[in-house]
Nanobody, 131 residues
Framework: QVQLVESGGGSVPAGGSLRLSCATS????????MGWFRQAEGKEREAVAT???????AYADFVKGRFTVSKDGAKNTVFLQMNDLKPEDTAMYYC?????????????????????????WGQGTQVTVSS
């Protein structure tokens, strides 16, 4: 059974930083891609960043240069370091796993593709950035 648990959200002033964590269990060692997504009130959920089993990363344009996604394979944890936060970054942040069930390396779906390809989701952690 796949489980994803996010933590690390909070309230910070503009320009501040937060580090989100996503503890995973039940995923194969290499056959999955991890993604961070966010959903602001009244808006659709959108992709923020992805990282595959080789640590290849991809970022949405609106976070490039400010956010960094990484993973600690030994601890089965994925991180999202968020710097220079802006009020428009305020949202519920979710981690999710794309795990098609194949063995071996799995490429991450391109950002912007149907996020429903990510079948497994955490419960989310709230990030609030004040101006």
């Amino acid at each position: 059974q796949v489980q994803l648990v996010e933590s690390g959200g909070g309230s910070v002033p503009a320009g501040g930083s937060l580090r989100l964590s996503c503890a995973t269990s039940g995923l194969r060692n290499s056959g999955y891609c991890m993604g961070w997504f966010r959903q602001a009130e009244g808006k659709e959920r959108e992709a923020v960043a992805t990282v595959d089993s080789t640590s290849k990363t991809a970022y949405a344009d609106f976070v490039k240069g400010r956010f960094t996604v990484s993973k600690d394979g030994a601890k089965n944890t994925v991180f999202l370091q968020m710097n220079d936060l802006k009020p428009e970054d305020t949202a519920m942040y979710y981690c999710a796993a794309y795990a098609p069930g194949t063995i071996g390396w799995v490429p991450c779906p391109p950002l912007g593709e149907d996020i429903r390809r990510f079948r497994f989701w955490g419960q989310g952690t709230q990030v609030t950035v004040s101006s």
